[in-house]
């Protein structure tokens, strides 16, 4: 039973990694939509951190290490919740991966300041930025000329 978890366990890891991968293009969900494209330059720039369900995974995998070896010894059971404690944990933080983003203060060419949060650091502070709305918000680093009226 422990060999076939272990398996599983894997096989869910690669999957949840193959579909990490991206060919850097708009998402499905963009279709049919407005895409508005406008420039700005960046204000500043904050790292922040996205909320983790690490704690939660361990204590999942605390519990199902522990029912699995409920018939077996103390030690038995101490070692299935900790050993399914690491494996929950170790399991979420490959799901979530990065849970660094940044956050964006931008000013558009009217003088307006708008907020983005990103999970990549796509530009600095001072950057001229050519800002993309299509489901999602996506920037792109531009030449300083497109930021000048």
């Given at each position: 039973m422990r060999r076939t978890s272990i398996m599983l366990a894997a096989i869910v890891s690669v999957l949840i990694l193959s579909g990490c991968a991206s060919s850097g293009g708009y998402k499905r969900s963009a279709s049919k939509q407005?895409?508005?494209?406008?420039?700005?330059?960046?204000?500043r720039v904050d790292v922040i951190q996205y909320e983790s369900q690490v704690g939660q995974g361990a204590a999942i995998g605390a519990i199902d290490g522990?029912?699995?070896?409920?018939?077996?010894?103390?030690?038995?059971?101490?070692?299935?919740?900790?050993?399914?404690?690491?494996?929950?944990?170790?399991?979420?933080?490959?799901?979530?991966?990065?849970?660094?983003?940044?956050?964006?203060?931008?000013?558009?060419?009217?003088?307006?300041?708008?907020?983005?949060i990103l999970d990549?650091?796509?530009?600095?502070?001072?950057?001229?930025?050519?800002?993309?709305?299509?489901?999602?918000?996506?920037?792109?680093?531009q030449p300083d000329d497109f930021c000048y009226e």
């Open positions: 407005i895409v508005e494209k406008f420039y700005a330059r960046v204000e522990f029912v699995h070896n409920i018939y077996g010894s103390s030690e038995d059971r101490i070692f299935g919740a900790l050993f399914g404690a690491f494996v929950g944990a170790v399991v979420t933080t490959i799901v979530e991966g990065d849970t660094t983003g940044y956050e964006y203060e931008l000013q558009d060419l009217n003088g307006e300041y708008l907020s983005v990549n650091r796509e530009a600095s502070v001072g950057d001229c930025v050519i800002v993309t709305i299509a489901g999602d918000i996506y920037i792109k680093r």
